[in-house]
Protein backbone atom coordinates (compact mmCIF):
# COMPACT_ATOMS: atom_id res chain seq x y z
CA UNK A 1 0.00 0.00 0.00
CA UNK A 2 1.31 3.13 -0.85
CA UNK A 3 1.84 6.21 1.78
CA UNK A 4 -1.37 8.04 -0.24
CA UNK A 5 -3.11 5.43 -0.36
CA UNK A 6 -2.67 4.76 3.67
CA UNK A 7 -3.18 8.61 4.27
CA UNK A 8 -7.04 8.21 2.49
CA UNK A 9 -7.36 5.06 4.79
CA UNK A 10 -6.53 6.73 7.93
CA UNK A 11 -8.81 9.82 6.66
CA UNK A 12 -11.59 7.65 6.22
CA UNK A 13 -10.83 5.63 9.36
CA UNK A 14 -11.60 8.91 11.55
CA UNK A 15 -14.69 9.84 9.38
CA UNK A 16 -15.92 5.92 10.85
CA UNK A 17 -15.19 6.79 14.23
CA UNK A 18 -16.89 9.88 14.14
CA UNK A 19 -19.86 8.45 12.37
CA UNK A 20 -19.62 5.95 14.70
CA UNK A 21 -19.55 8.08 17.68
CA UNK A 22 -22.33 10.57 16.65
CA UNK A 23 -24.83 7.27 16.15
CA UNK A 24 -24.34 6.72 20.27
CA UNK A 25 -24.12 10.47 21.25
CA UNK A 26 -26.60 11.94 23.50
CA UNK A 27 -28.25 13.57 22.07
CA UNK A 28 -27.29 11.85 18.46
CA UNK A 29 -25.97 14.15 15.53
CA UNK A 30 -28.04 12.43 12.89
CA UNK A 31 -26.77 15.19 10.15
CA UNK A 32 -23.05 14.23 11.37
CA UNK A 33 -23.87 10.81 11.29
CA UNK A 34 -24.56 10.78 7.43
CA UNK A 35 -22.05 13.19 6.55
CA UNK A 36 -19.32 11.28 7.89
CA UNK A 37 -20.87 7.81 6.13
CA UNK A 38 -20.49 9.85 2.59
CA UNK A 39 -17.02 10.98 3.52
CA UNK A 40 -15.69 7.32 4.90
CA UNK A 41 -16.71 5.71 1.68
CA UNK A 42 -15.55 9.24 -0.29
CA UNK A 43 -11.76 8.79 0.98
CA UNK A 44 -12.13 4.59 0.98
CA UNK A 45 -13.14 4.97 -2.75
CA UNK A 46 -10.62 7.28 -3.61
CA UNK A 47 -7.57 4.83 -1.46
CA UNK A 48 -8.88 2.26 -3.56
CA UNK A 49 -8.50 4.64 -6.55
CA UNK A 50 -5.33 5.38 -5.75
CA UNK A 51 -4.13 2.05 -5.08
CA UNK A 52 -5.27 1.05 -8.70
CA UNK A 53 -3.30 4.00 -10.22
CA UNK A 54 -6.58 5.25 -11.23
CA UNK A 55 -6.38 9.64 -10.61
CA UNK A 56 -9.68 9.98 -8.24
CA UNK A 57 -11.40 13.14 -9.73
CA UNK A 58 -12.14 15.99 -7.01
CA UNK A 59 -15.96 15.34 -6.61
CA UNK A 60 -18.41 13.78 -3.72
CA UNK A 61 -20.47 11.64 -6.22
CA UNK A 62 -19.48 8.02 -5.11
CA UNK A 63 -21.17 5.79 -8.11
CA UNK A 64 -18.89 8.09 -9.90
CA UNK A 65 -15.69 7.15 -8.08
CA UNK A 66 -17.17 3.76 -8.22
CA UNK A 67 -17.60 3.16 -11.81
CA UNK A 68 -14.16 4.55 -11.87
CA UNK A 69 -13.11 1.15 -10.60
CA UNK A 70 -15.24 -1.02 -12.59
CA UNK A 71 -15.96 -3.39 -9.96
CA UNK A 72 -19.05 -6.02 -9.86
CA UNK A 73 -19.64 -5.80 -6.58
CA UNK A 74 -19.49 -1.96 -5.99
CA UNK A 75 -21.90 -1.93 -9.22
CA UNK A 76 -24.51 -4.01 -7.13
CA UNK A 77 -24.49 -1.47 -4.45
CA UNK A 78 -25.21 1.85 -6.67
CA UNK A 79 -28.13 2.65 -4.97
CA UNK A 80 -26.46 2.57 -1.63
CA UNK A 81 -23.85 5.02 -3.27
CA UNK A 82 -26.20 7.04 -4.49
CA UNK A 83 -28.25 7.37 -1.05
CA UNK A 84 -24.43 8.27 0.58
CA UNK A 85 -23.68 10.95 -2.12
CA UNK A 86 -26.88 12.37 -0.68
CA UNK A 87 -25.07 13.31 2.60
CA UNK A 88 -22.47 14.77 0.49
CA UNK A 89 -22.72 18.87 0.67
CA UNK A 90 -26.60 19.59 1.59
CA UNK A 91 -26.92 17.73 4.65
CA UNK A 92 -24.22 20.02 5.99
CA UNK A 93 -26.45 23.58 5.93
CA UNK A 94 -29.77 24.61 7.68
CA UNK A 95 -32.29 23.51 5.60
CA UNK A 96 -31.39 19.69 5.88
CA UNK A 97 -31.84 18.10 8.47
CA UNK A 98 -30.93 13.94 8.86
CA UNK A 99 -33.76 11.44 10.68
CA UNK A 100 -32.88 8.54 13.30
CA UNK A 101 -34.06 6.28 10.31
CA UNK A 102 -31.86 7.98 7.65
CA UNK A 103 -28.98 8.08 10.33
CA UNK A 104 -29.31 4.31 10.27
CA UNK A 105 -30.00 3.20 6.87
CA UNK A 106 -26.83 5.32 6.80
CA UNK A 107 -24.64 3.78 8.76
CA UNK A 108 -25.77 0.25 7.77
CA UNK A 109 -24.48 1.18 3.93
CA UNK A 110 -21.58 2.51 4.92
CA UNK A 111 -20.49 -0.61 7.08
CA UNK A 112 -21.86 -3.03 3.69
CA UNK A 113 -19.76 -0.45 1.35
CA UNK A 114 -16.37 -0.22 3.59
CA UNK A 115 -16.57 -4.56 3.92
CA UNK A 116 -16.03 -4.49 0.37
CA UNK A 117 -13.81 -1.41 0.02
CA UNK A 118 -11.21 -2.57 3.20
CA UNK A 119 -11.28 -5.89 1.28
CA UNK A 120 -9.80 -4.88 -1.76
CA UNK A 121 -7.04 -2.63 -0.05
CA UNK A 122 -6.25 -6.13 1.90
CA UNK A 123 -7.40 -4.11 5.46
CA UNK A 124 -8.85 -6.57 8.47
CA UNK A 125 -11.63 -4.62 9.71
CA UNK A 126 -10.71 -3.65 13.02
CA UNK A 127 -14.30 -2.74 14.43
CA UNK A 128 -15.69 -6.27 13.54
Not at 63 to 86: H, I, R, T, V
Request: with cysteine; aromatic share 8%; hydrophobic share 40%.
Amino acid sequence: MTSETSNWWKKSEGDYRTMRREAIADPPNYDAVCFHAQQCIEKLLKAVLIEHNIPPPYTHNLPLLADLLESKSLQALMKDLELLSLYAVGIRYPLEFASKMEAEEAIEVCIRIRKILLSNLGIPDLFE
